[in-house]
């Protein structure tokens, strides 16, 4: 089956958020991305590039995008999605309407009429009263093991780190407004990339990898700290943060893994000297910056999938992190700690870790939330249950808040 697409520019304003509402696809920090609906295509990290090169785009017209997660599981293909319609905000400023379809006549009708759709002003959810009941999936007690037998692991020196996570469930009397919950991210977390993918809800604070041409990006954040909302308090959990040997081990093995994994695809690759101070809404992370040129053009995607897990959600060394995570965590990670974003048919593209997301029930009566947080040596398994829960309520917040 050949796929055609048509596109156009457009010169009005149009909120991504809006677009996706509850229903579609999503990935965008600071209003620049990707917003789609319905699905022309499936396919998946191996595939999507080169299906996407295979459209027969019109004349002139702007490249077709797709929308896609891999999971936690080292080597998974993850599931793509070519939506039938696409709306692309660049850094430049311009804003693309992007039809696809098997039939060309039908794609030229899609586009046709989301111009019209795209004008008319977008009703805001409206607000709801609703309760809400919370409480954990895998027990409390099974984390705090798994905590602990990461942390002797570590001291052993079986391994240098590993990432242990919890989930908990949400659930409503009514259904959740998920394009209210987007709404809310934007307002509170409008600089990390916030995504919706079939259920899959989130705000990650960090780019896991980007090509632009032959540019390659990472930006891995490990270690962290609360933020109060009190400057003074704040400013001293940071110089606490960047002087905390535990966070400083932690992060420099994400670090770490991240060059080695980019540098024989490079002809060269920066990297910060020392970890800055990345603040998010509720939480601090130290954070470094890399950036490299590739030798010869790459597919973010599969740069993507070498990257999942990096050790910020995995561990390392990898394998053996990964078995003992599932030797003792108790839970499916499924999506949680892959890796989410947009690809085009070049090989462009932009990917954030799968964090601070929530994972809705196809009725959106209930939603299963993740956090997590690396284990080296100096762990203390209370402190590292604290740390989730901070962790927690940026999806928490944006969930239950009417």
Same mark, same amino acid.
């Given at each position: 089956m050949t796929l055609h697409s048509c596109s156009q520019q457009i010169g009005f304003r149009v909120d991504l958020n809006d677009v996706a509402r509850g229903d579609?696809?999503?990935? !965008? +920090?600071?209003?620049?991305?990707?917003?789609?609906?319905?699905?022309?295509?499936?396919?998946? =990290?191996? $595939?999507v590039a080169a299906e996407l090169r295979s459209i027969a785009v019109a004349e002139g017209s702007f490249s077709p995008r797709a929308i896609g997660a891999i999971p936690f599981d080292p080597g998974g293909s993850g599931t793509f999605v070519i939506p039938e319609l696409t709306v692309v905000k660049s850094a430049s400023g311009e804003t693309n309407v992007v039809a696809v379809s098997s039939d060309p006549a039908r794609a030229r009708e899609i586009l046709a009429s989301a111009i019209v759709d795209l004008g008319a002003a977008t009703a805001s959810p409206r607000p709801r009263a609703a309760t809400f009941d919370v409480g954990p999936i895998t027990n409390v007690d099974i984390y705090l093991s798994a905590v602990a037998a990461a942390?002797?692991? !570590? +001291?052993r020196g079986d391994i240098t780190k590993a990432v242990i996570a919890r989930d908990i469930s949400i =659930?409503? $009397?009514?259904?959740?407004?998920?394009h209210a919950v987007l709404l809310r991210l934007r307002a509170s977390f409008g600089s990390s990339y916030r995504y919706s993918f079939e259920g899959l809800v989130g705000a990650s604070p960090e780019l896991l990898v980007e090509v632009e041409g032959?540019?390659?990006?990472s930006n891995p954040l490990a270690g962290t700290t609360a933020r109060t909302g009190d400057p003074s308090t704040d400013h001293a959990l940071a110089e606490a943060l960047l002087a905390s040997d535990k966070n400083q081990i932690e992060h420099r093995v994400v670090v770490d893994m991240v060059h080695d994994t980019l540098l024989p695809f490079c002809s060269y690759l920066d990297w910060e000297p020392e970890p800055s101070v990345v603040a998010v809404a509720n939480v601090q992370h130290l954070g470094t910056k890399v950036e490299g040129r590739l030798t010869s053009a790459m597919p973010v995607t599969d740069l993507a999938r070498l990257l999942c897990p990096t050790p910020a959600l995995g561990g390392h060394p990898r394998a053996e992190a990964i078995e003992l995570i599932s030797r003792v965590e108790g839970m499916n990670?499924?999506?949680?700690?892959?890796?989410?974003?947009?690809c085009d048919g070049h090989g462009n593209g932009t990917f954030a870790v799968t964090i601070r997301c929530a994972e809705f029930s196809p009725d959106r009566r209930s939603a299963r939330l993740f956090a997590g947080g690396g284990i080296v040596a100096d762990s203390e398994p209370h402190a590292e249950l604290a740390e989730t829960q901070a962790k927690f309520q940026a999806m928490l917040s944006a969930i239950v808040r009417p």
């Open positions: 579609g696809f999503l990935f !965008v +920090r600071d209003g620049i991305g990707v917003a789609g609906r319905g699905v022309a295509h499936r396919s998946t =990290s191996l $595939d942390r002797d692991a !570590v +001291r =659930s409503s $009397d009514a259904p959740i407004d998920v032959l540019t390659v990006r990670r499924g999506l949680y700690g892959g890796g989410i974003g947009w």
